[in-house]
């Protein structure tokens, strides 16, 4: 995966200003899937100075150099490869293992101007036990015991039984453009983290790929 450094910046911008759910169009946190604890609810908007701090995810910090970030994943990851992005404005660093417990088809690390460390993503494999909307959610469970409620949370559509396969009808909505799962917290000096889930293009079998997606990014 390339992380497309604009693109990731105005993803994070235009959710952080579109109007948050009212109560009456979002659903309950009784409509996650029972088998996990409730997903948070959308906390309430916050003024720019009230927005919490956050330096960077996996051990790494905004700003880091590529030489700096490489010593930190390589206690815990492969390095792969290192490409120019961009125009050659991003360096970007390819790793491979684990994040978050899950396995990864690539993480992604990008520094602007090749210099300063500004985006993070890593992007699960399509095809696991664990169905991709059960994985998106233990993500978003994950990224809010450690940060707390989300800025812009979409939830699944409605109330579903547990078990894998309440998580694969729920996976048929997503590649069926039913539900788009998404959920953004926006921190101080522009960082955010977004969380979703990738749709591929339909396959010889009519059939879509999910991956679910966990990225952060700061401005740069």
Known sequence: MR???PALLCIATACSRSP?????????????PSAHVAAPSPSASAAPDDLAEYSGPA?????????DAKKVLSATHVFLREDSADRGEVLEQVWGGDFSGFATESIAVDFFDQKRFVAFGA????????PASQRWLDLVKA???MHGAPSRFAPPP?????GTAAYDALDKRIAGGEWEPLALW???GGAAILI?????????????????VWLAMTTP
């Open 196 to 212: 979703k889930v990738e749709v591929g293009m339909l396959d010889n079998n009519g059939n879509r790929s999910l991956k679910p």
């Open 20 to 32: 948050a759910r009212s109560d009456h169009n979002a659903p309950s946190p009784s409509a996650v």
């Open 186 to 188: 926006n921190f101080k």
């Open 158 to 162: 409605e109330q579903v039984d547990a």
């Open 123 to 130: 992007v699960l494999l399509a095809k696991d036990v664990q």
């Open 3 to 5: 992380v497309c450094l």
């Open 59 to 67: 051990g790494l910090h905004w700003g880091q150099s590529p030489a």
């Open 143 to 145: 990224t809010t015991k």
